[in-house]
């Protein structure tokens, strides 16, 4: 009898999800309905995120002309000062149309607006963005962190884990160039013990002091900015990631730098996690990619509460020899410990891929899928990018957009393309999906992911509850 009643009550609720899901496939085939169903639906939190990239174009443009600084006619490069090169004006000088033109140039080299897939390879052409805009950038991070916010205010989005930036730590540490000597063999050879004993011996030699300071006084700066700009409220929530860049060639910076972000993330309840960036097909990348990996267990087994996610297999076929597309998300996840996979896209190259599937998702390692950003730099999309793999593989999925403003995109776009492209993922499991965002994030306090995620379940009532599931739809 009881059962019969635990039956009775429940049933309403599953009829009215399978009005949902049968809803959600009627309009799947057309990109509008699912734009206008996703803007609406509540999607959690945008975990692979970088901050200067998030920021619109717009916002930078806005700086420079504010400013008045120098753009150069030619290569519309800016600048704060400029000597005596004629080829740079003051912007105030540029009277429209001449401003007008000029303005379309920036945000065609400072995003994919009107990319015409002739001048520069699309790869080229987004790594390049972030110098050229940094001048701005720099110097608009309340602006591009208040944007950032109500745009996710604006498409249901409660909270965003932000790669924010690079500590600098400009300490003259003295390191001796035989370090640099000994990875670069100890690598070649891949002697792991070796190198543990060298990244031990420049730990030792590094004055923790200095590093200290450094992070700490990164720490106060972040906190006293996140306060005084009322980031987090009762819709929304931010949290940061250190990141450190691949590019640099020379291993024991790259080293300092990892362990300043580890020191600080340790320190910090507001970050929340290290990450590595930069280019992964760059020269540096592909030849220090397996030290940088024995740099994160090291600094693991030094700060083991700081989680870590890590760009890994942002490659394909054509970018680099198809032997480097066998092994560097295996090395991120057995050799670093990474708490998370950003990208993943060589995965059907990996060497063992359903080993390494499977212990993802034993261990619950999620992948951080990229739809846009994937196909603009890889040119992978569709049945040629591996989501589908992971998803039958049960690995955790998160979707996130990446760079949304240097790609022109967000959220609720990605989403689009998901269901547009993945026919095989219902509705129900798109939720999932945004659960894992909430669920796999690296927020620290168990009692704010909790919150969040009770708030998600609340959205997610309210959001189908305004369905129109009744309605008759236009063929
Ligand atoms: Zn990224």
């Known amino acids: 009898m009881k059962n019969f009643l ?7 609720l599953l009829t009215f999800g399978q009005d949902v899901d049968r809803y959600f496939e009627s309009i799947r085939n057309s990109r509008v309905e699912l734009t206008a169903f996703f803007n609406q639906m509540p999607k959690g939190g945008d975990l692979h995120h970088h901050f200067s990239g998030s920021v619109y174009a717009e916002t930078y443009i806005n700086y420079i002309v504010q400013k008045d600084l120098y753009l150069n006619r030619r290569t519309y490069d800016i600048k704060e000062t400029v000597q005596s090169d004629t080829d740079y004006v003051r912007i105030s000088k540029l009277q429209n149309p001449y401003f007008s033109f000029y303005k379309q140039k920036l945000l065609e ?82 002697d792991y013990k070796g190198t543990e004993n060298t990244l031990e011996a420049i730990y030792g030699s590094l004055d923790k002091t200095v590093l200290e300071v450094c992070a700490s006084k990164f720490n106060q700066e972040l906190q006293e900015r996140h306060d005084r700009l009322r980031i987090d409220d009762s819709t929304f929530l931010l949290r940061y990631q250190n990141y450190v860049l691949r590019l640099i060639d020379d291993p024991t910076q790259v080293f300092k730098d990892i362990i300043v972000a580890f020191e600080s993330a340790a320190k910090s309840s507001l970050v929340v996690g290290v990450n590595i960036v930069g280019a992964e097909d760059d020269e540096v990348s592909m030849k220090d990619y397996w030290l940088h990996m024995q740099m994160f267990k090291f600094c ?123 026919s095989g993922l219902s509705y ?43 309605a008759r739809r236009m063929q």
């Open 109 to 190: 080299k400072w995003s994919v607006k009107d990319y015409n897939n002739v001048s520069q390879p699309s790869d080229k052409l987004f790594f390049s963005t972030f110098p050229s805009f940094d001048i701005a950038h720099k110097n608009t991070l309340d602006e591009g962190l208040l944007e950032i916010k109500e745009r996710a205010r604006i498409e249901n989005v409660s909270y965003i884990e932000t790669m924010f930036t690079r500590i600098t730590c400009d300490v003259d540490v003295n390191l001796p160039d035989p370090f640099n000597i000994a990875l670069r063999q100890q690598q070649k050879e891949r």
């Open 300 to 422: 693991h087994n030094k700060y083991p509460d700081v989680k870590y996610a890590m760009h890994a297999g942002e490659l394909t076929l054509g970018i680099v020899k198809p032997e480097e597309l066998s092994w560097h998300v295996n090395a991120a996840v057995f050799e670093a410990g990474a708490s998370r996979i950003g990208h993943g896209v060589d995965l059907a190259y990996e060497k063992e891929s359903p080993r390494l599937l499977s212990y993802m998702k034993e261990q619950k390692i999620p992948i951080e899928i990229n739809l846009s950003s994937n196909e603009f730099i890889l040119k992978v999309r569709n049945d040629e990018h591996p989501l589908i793999l992971y998803k039958n593989a049960g690995v955790p999925i998160v979707i996130a957009t990446d760079d949304a403003g240097v790609l022109r995109s967000n959220m609720t776009h990605q989403y689009v393309l998901l269901a547009s492209r993945y």
């Open 6 to 12: 635990i039956i009775l009550l429940t049933l309403p």
């Open 428 to 470: 129900s499991e798109i939720k999932q999906i945004v659960l894992n965002s909430i669920r796999f994030s690296f927020i620290e306090e168990p009692a704010i992911r909790k919150s969040l995620l009770a708030d998600l379940e609340r959205r997610f009532k309210v959001f189908e509850l305004s369905l129109p599931l009744g």
